[in-house]
């Protein structure tokens, strides 16, 4: 299947860094337009290749994405061929202990890198651990590692049990969005930023930051985890030195999937991931008592990668092969307006408001509105099977994953909206009992 970037209204298909000028776009005007339009798009099947419950409208892929029906099947095949008949034989007869490589070019074709940049391994948390110190080895000297106050705090927390560690003499710069240029100077090791922010969607320039950096001898770190499949990624366009990212949101690999790393080929020969195993080791079944890293990618793993994990995920990511990252990301900026749009028309009065001021092409593919009872609003939704999410203290998301989301679905979803406002049914006190995982 091959798509054309012309087959969506949106102005930005050419040239995604355009100003995403709501003027020019045709957005459809009643239900009957968006089930239209819907039968008119290109990604349409697509959507038939996820398994998604019928009467539930699933705004929640920028979390965790939906289940492939061939990661399905493939994991069906792990679990009874692969682990229950072929054992142990499974390590060379089915591949299992090359799997990092054989995912990477399909990651490196959605991030903008070559394959022997890519590897798969443990969680995004552990990953930013190898990836920083990684990047430290290379900047001797210097101490300083900045980051973005208020992203996903796990990055922060990482950064600060790494610089314990290293007994550096300040903590990590948490610097303000607005004070993040003035804080990368001459001392400045690392900067690591995440591309998409997870509660407002704020969508950093990758290219400017990276130069920026490069321009204060510092090294670049992007978390691609609220940005690959769901906008176009182009790390060596950027000359980005290192990323990581998830893949249970928008690559749909399953809760709990591998995370992926990827290191810039000019790094390879002297970077140190400081958390280093057998799995990384140059020649891992010689079983030397001492380590060698291994070539590339290689030594950026640790120990035994999760198999069965990175079988659905290799199943999942087939679902990108054919497609242009472009062409998704102009049906997520068509989606995201056709939201913002109808939000404006239909629950104006009730205490809603945009939690990004930026214009849509500066933001990822999840719209977060804020509101003091968003967490009451969100259960409400949720129990009319609109299923969005919560961050604490305010922010509701609404995940408009352009694989599988239908206009259909977003007019359908801001209607559910606009009602539970109305009929103030949010107040129902049940509503306000949170669950341990919001
Ligand atoms: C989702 C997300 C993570 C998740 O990290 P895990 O180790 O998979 O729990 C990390 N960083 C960012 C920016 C995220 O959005």
Redesign the pocket.
Known sequence: MKLSVCDYPAPTTDNPSRDYSRSDVVLPASRADAVAMDAADPLANVRDQFQLPDDTIYLCGN?LGPLAKRAATRLQDGVQRQWGQDLIRSWNANSWFTLPERLAPRIARLIGAEAREVTVAD??????FKVVAAARSLRQGRTRVVTEAG??P??AYVLEGLAELMRDPQPPVLARREQLLESIDDDTAVVVL?HVH?KDSALFDMAELTQHAHRHGALIVW?L??SVGALPVDLNACDADFAL??T??YLNGGP?AP?FIYAATRHHAAMQPGLVGWWGHAQPFAFDDTYAAGAGMRRMLTGTGSILGMIALEAALEVFDELDMQVLRAKSLALCDLFSRLVEQKCAGHGLSQASALPLAQRGSHIALRHEAGYAIIQSLIRRNVVGDFRAPDVIRFGLAPLFVRFQDVWDAVDALADVLTSGAWRNSALTQRATVT
């Open positions: 979390s969680s995004t948390s552990v990953n930013l992203n996903f796990t990055d995440t997870y978390d985890s609220h990212g998830c249970y949101k709990g995370a």
